[in-house]
């Protein structure tokens, strides 16, 4: 069992340096990127047991009925009014994004609680009280039937600013930016 899920955290480190292996115009943009992780379990005993795990982000799409310039100029814009630094931008792939955001509290006008989960401690969301490092991309693609679908993908990690500042807590998205982001677009392309 522990081959398999060796070979299979192997088959993702592959899947996943190809995936990020560049952001020329050309390159198409992953649809699912998959990262390998390691949970570590304390058991009765006191011995330690790592579980292997990859976890699959598939993004969360958006139908957009607009044109797609519009569409486009529109998402441009929705990333300047969430005042997230823009540090990927493809024009031919209609891609936008950052990769190394640090960010804390809120993005725009959302509580970081209702964007990601990120565990707690002291009755408080960690989200709420910790450094973010926050990794998110937007894009549009064709959807066959019509339209376009607005795909945003989020990856992200925190760190306590006051407490074990080495360890990295791996934090979920809740669904709320995303769902935000393709909203605002629409609302400013009037579909």
Not at 28 to 34: F, L, W
Not at 73 to 100: F, Q
Not at 165 to 183: H, N, Q
Request: proline share 5%; aromatic share 6%; glycine share 6%.
């Amino acid at each position: 069992m522990s081959r398999l899920m060796f070979a299979c955290a192997a088959f993702a480190c592959t899947a996943c340096a190809s995936a990020k292996s560049g952001t020329a115009a050309t390159d198409p943009v992953p649809a699912t990127t998959m990262t390998p992780t390691t949970q570590r379990v304390t058991v009765a005993g006191g011995q330690t047991i790592n579980i292997n795990m990859i976890d699959v982000n598939q993004g969360s799409s958006t139908l957009v009925l607009a044109p797609l310039d519009s569409s486009w100029i529109a998402l441009k814009a929705v990333y300047t009014e969430l005042a997230i630094p823009v540090t990927t931008l493809v024009d031919a792939s209609h891609l936008i994004g950052n990769e190394g955001y640090k960010v804390r509290r809120r993005v725009g006008k959302l509580p970081m609680q209702n964007v990601l989960d990120c565990g707690a401690s002291q009755g408080m969301p960690n989200a709420e009280t910790y450094d973010i490092f926050l990794t998110i991309s937007s894009y549009l693609t064709k959807n066959p039937k019509a339209g376009y679908n607005l795909v945003t993908r989020i990856d992200a990690s925190a760190k306590s600013p006051a407490f074990n500042r080495d360890a990295d807590v791996k934090c979920s998205s809740l669904g709320e930016l995303e769902k935000s982001i393709g909203d605002m677009v629409r609302k400013k392309t009037g579909y």
